[in-house]
């Protein structure tokens, strides 16, 4: 059974954080673990939960930053279900959604060659580098998808 999106709230942001923990801890993902950030982030825009047969792999978000440009805020899936595919169904399923955009970006670490590899088969390139782009300390490459109407 292909992985399915569920819209997260306010009453989601325990499960969002224990995502976030699961990939916490190294220097090519900086992940949002506080209650406040998360209730941000709901405001931004819409943050799904990702579920396998039911149960919680991971979460995306997206913010429409209007003029038919869209940002992929988040994209987490917790170790035990990496590599099976569940990222990239996600992302397609985020992209049919910004039916209108034209532009669709995101930051990923240089050194997070699976999250390269999945942006680049869905069309995204990169774009430019920024260095310490969360204030982390580490580099960002900014990917791109843009669309032709």
Not at 28 to 48: D, H, R
Not at 64 to 72: L, P, R
Not at 122 to 141: A, I, M, S
């Amino acid at each position: 059974m292909p992985a399915t999106l569920t819209k997260a709230s306010v009453a989601d942001i325990p499960e969002l954080i224990k995502i976030e923990q699961s990939v916490a801890g190294t220097n090519i993902y900086s992940p949002m673990l506080g209650k406040n950030e998360w209730e941000k982030a709901l405001q931004e825009g819409p943050v799904f939960l990702i579920k396998e047969d039911g149960v919680v792999a991971g979460n995306i978000s997206y913010e429409h930053k209007g003029g038919g440009h869209y940002h992929i805020s988040g994209l987490a899936i917790m170790p035990q279900f990496q590599n099976r595919g569940i990222g990239k169904g996600a992302l397609a399923s985020i992209l049919k959604e910004c039916k209108d955009a034209k532009r669709i970006d995101l930051a990923v670490h240089p050194d997070n060659e699976s999250a390269i590899k999945l942006y680049e088969s869905l069309g995204f390139v990169v774009e430019t580098r920024k260095e310490n782009y969360y204030g982390d300390g580490e580099p960002r490459l900014i990917f791109v998808l843009l669309k032709s109407r």
